[in-house]
């Protein structure tokens, strides 16, 4: 039978006594060993680094901004549609390779000489370091799947997608180029409304934009309107809302003047949802919402059956 053997170990009682007379200090106090000291330092804080995650406005979780880039802008939890710039949008409505854009370097002038807080020749320079846009609209002809096309996006982080005298400028053009060209037109619009910084020029720009439309119908061509987040006041009053199709993305609100504005105006108890695309679908305002991530085969379905009885359908699809 085995037996255990313990090998005592002498207990060292000098170092013992000085473990005891360390704790006793001064007055008679017993103060016990504080920590040892690791190395000096601030605090360590838990820090998100900035421009790596966002938060999502509707769901509150976390999103990785390179999953957000690669889904378009769109939420993967709730599907909520974060604004996407124009350049993301032509990329992911295109043909690679195929954008030809128009009047690229046309940039407003402060004709008024407007000065609020800041005066509008500043707000520009500092929307267009900002965007790297020189305005709020980019335009050009482009294919989209096999279809030739007069193609402009609004771009929210310009000042608004305000429309001035280059905004409507920009966009009689593109529908005048279609018209003259025998295109079909899309329009991606996002917008606060006329730029106020131009006063008349911009309110202007309603009508001038209407008329060029009425020309482009008059052909029989198609015009389709996509509405984004948000599209209200002068761009809906005029170009946005006068498609043959109002294609409208998840959630957006659109409309004409804002919620609380009405709401003082008429002294009435706005209805749930009130302005939202799916409020507005109900009620018959627009025709179709789409993901945007289906919206590109979508515009080419639709523009397929809409160029259908087109005399030079032929031409459009070379
Ligand atoms: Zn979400």
Same mark, same amino acid.
């Given at each position: 039978?085995?037996?255990?053997?313990?090998?005592?170990?002498?207990?060292? =009682?000098?170092?013992?006594?000085?473990?005891?007379?360390?704790? %006793?200090?001064?007055?008679?106090?017993?103060?016990?060993?504080?920590?040892?000291? =690791?190395?000096?330092?601030?605090?360590? $804080?838990?820090?998100?680094?900035?421009?790596?995650?966002?938060?999502?406005?509707?769901?509150?979780?976390?999103? &990785?901004?390179?999953?957000?880039?690669?889904? /378009?802008?769109?939420?993967?939890?709730?599907?909520?549609?974060?604004?996407?710039?124009?350049?993301?949008?032509?990329?992911?409505?295109?043909?690679?390779? %195929? &954008?030809?854009?128009?009047?690229?370097?046309?940039?407003?002038?402060?004709?008024?000489? &407007?000065?609020?807080?800041?005066?509008?020749?500043?707000?520009?320079?500092?929307?267009?370091?900002? %965007?790297?846009?020189?305005?709020? @609209?980019?335009?050009?002809?482009?294919?989209?799947?096999?279809? $030739?096309?007069?193609?402009?996006?609004?771009?929210? +982080? &310009? /000042?608004?997608?305000?429309?001035?005298? @280059?905004?409507?400028? $920009?966009? %009689?053009?593109?529908?005048?180029?279609?018209?003259?060209?025998? *295109?079909?037109?899309?329009?991606?619009?996002?917008?606060?409304?006329?730029?106020?910084?131009?006063?008349?020029? #911009?309110?202007?720009?309603?009508?001038?934009?209407?008329?060029?439309?009425?020309?482009?119908?008059?052909?029989?061509?198609?015009?389709? #309107?996509? *509405?984004?987040?948000?599209?209200?006041?002068?761009?809906?009053?005029?170009?946005?809302?006068?498609?043959? =199709? *109002?294609?409208?993305?998840?959630?957006?609100?659109?409309?004409?003047? +804002?919620?609380? @504005?009405?709401?003082?105006?008429?002294?009435?108890?706005?209805?749930?949802?009130?302005?939202?695309?799916?409020?507005?679908?109900?009620?018959?305002?627009?025709?179709?919402?789409?993901?945007?991530?289906?919206?590109?085969?979508?515009?080419?379905?639709?523009?397929?059956?809409?160029?259908?009885? /087109?005399?030079?359908?032929?031409?459009?699809?070379?």
């Amino acid at each position: 039978m085995a037996t255990l053997r313990f090998s005592k170990k002498p207990v060292d =009682l000098e170092a013992l006594e000085a473990a005891v007379a360390a704790a %006793t200090v001064g007055n008679g106090k017993i103060r016990l060993p504080g920590k040892p000291k =690791l190395a000096p330092g601030r605090p360590k $804080k838990r820090e998100i680094p900035e421009g790596l995650w966002t938060k999502c406005p509707k769901c509150s979780m976390m999103v &990785f901004d390179k999953e957000l880039d690669e889904n /378009l802008k769109v939420c993967p939890h709730c599907q909520y549609h974060f604004p996407l710039g124009a350049r993301e949008r032509i990329h992911s409505l295109v043909e690679t390779c %195929t &954008f030809e854009e128009m009047d690229a370097d046309m940039t407003s002038v402060d004709v008024l000489n &407007f000065t609020g807080a800041i005066s509008y020749t500043a707000k520009l320079e500092e929307n267009k370091k900002a %965007t790297g846009h020189k305005e709020a @609209v980019i335009t050009g002809i482009c294919k989209i799947g096999p279809f $030739k096309v007069a193609l402009g996006v609004m771009d929210f +982080g &310009f /000042l608004g997608g305000s429309m001035g005298s @280059v905004v409507g400028e $920009k966009i %009689t053009r593109l529908i005048e180029r279609a018209t003259e060209k025998g *295109l079909p037109l899309v329009i991606v619009s996002t917008s606060g409304g006329a730029r106020m910084y131009e006063g008349m020029f #911009s309110l202007m720009q309603m009508a001038k934009t209407s008329a060029a439309l009425a020309y482009h119908a008059k052909e029989r061509l198609p015009y389709i #309107s996509v *509405l984004t987040h948000p599209t209200t006041a002068g761009v809906m009053a005029s170009y946005a809302s006068l498609g043959d =199709l *109002l294609i409208a993305e998840p959630g957006a609100m659109i409309g004409f003047a +804002g919620p609380r @504005v009405i709401k003082d105006t008429t002294q009435a108890e706005l209805p749930p949802g009130f302005q939202t695309a799916e409020f507005l679908l109900e009620h018959g305002l627009i025709d179709a919402i789409v993901h945007r991530k289906e919206l590109k085969q979508r515009l080419i379905y639709y523009l397929d059956f809409m160029t259908a009885g /087109l005399e030079h359908r032929a031409a459009l699809v070379a």
